[in-house]
Nanobody, 127 residues
């Protein structure tokens, strides 16, 4: 069983930055691909970013590409989402998710591919 705890959400003005963190309880954290998803108010949960267990491969949704960066520190069981140039449409509950990875470079972008989810952290961007 893997427990994930997100932190770092809050209220920020458009154009500002936030860094989300996700702490994982997994003993073999370095074998997990880690994803970030978000659920805007009244909408479906959607993919934001993912990082392979080695950290060598990443992928981003088109809507955040060039503004968001995900990274990880396997020694600390942490994954991060640096969010810059935030827009009001980035307002959502952000979730980190984990799944065992098949290879060092594998990553996954679909909700159904993940086994473990955090409780979410609210990000609100004001205009």
């Amino acid at each position: 069983q893997v427990q994930l705890v997100e932190s770092g959400g809050g209220l920020v003005q458009a154009g500002g930055s936030l860094r989300l963190s996700c702490l994982a309880s997994a003993r073999t954290f370095s074998r997990y691909a880690m994803g970030w998803f978000r659920q805007p108010p009244g909408k479906e949960r959607e993919f934001v970013a993912v990082i392979s267990w080695s950290g060598g491969s990443t992928s981003y949704a088109d809507s955040v590409k060039g503004r968001f960066t995900t990274s990880r520190d396997n020694a600390k069981n942490m994954v991060y989402l640096q969010m810059d140039s935030l827009k009001p449409e980035d307002t959502a509950v952000y979730y980190c998710a984990a799944r065992i990875s098949n290879s060092v470079s594998s990553y996954y972008t679909s909700i159904g591919q993940y086994n473990y989810w955090g409780q979410g952290t609210q990000v609100t961007v004001s205009s």
